[in-house]
């Protein structure tokens, strides 16, 4: 059964930085697509950023772009999202996620972490 743990969030004022981690227990890394997602109240799962796990291809939505960055530690299978000079609509839930092919659709998605909680405050 796959896992996935996320660790970080909280609360930050606009402008500055936090990183997101999320670790799988999975044999090997490079056979996935790892995802973030984030979700407000009343709204769907939005996509945030993807990375390969074969190539280190990295894609970003557009509102995050140049802001947001990516990075994995093959040996940890972990994936990090660092987000800096963050902006008040950022806030909302993060999830990570996991599948086998290259998509931003989180219907597609079958392994989620549990979500953790970023608030950026103005």
């Known amino acids: 059964q796959v896992q996935l743990v996320e660790t970080g969030g909280g609360l930050v004022q606009a402008g500055g930085s936090l990183r997101l981690s999320c670790a799988a227990s999975?044999?090997?890394?490079?056979?996935?697509?790892m995802a973030w997602f984030r979700q407000t109240p009343g709204k769907e799962r939005e996509f945030v950023a993807a990375?390969?796990?074969?190539?280190?291809?990295?894609e970003y939505a557009v509102s995050v772009k140049g802001r947001f960055s990516l990075s994995t530690d093959t040996a940890k299978n972990t994936v990090d999202v660092l987000m800096n000079n963050v902006k008040p609509e950022d806030t909302a839930v993060y999830y990570c996620?996991?599948?086998?092919?290259?998509?931003?659709?989180?219907?597609?998605?079958?392994?989620w972490g549990q979500g953790t909680q970023v608030t950026v405050s103005s």
């Open positions: 996620a996991l599948e086998s092919i290259w998509t931003q659709d989180p219907h597609l998605f079958d392994y």
């Open positions: 999975v044999r090997s890394f490079a056979n996935y697509v």
């Open positions: 990375l390969s796990g074969s190539t280190r291809v990295t």
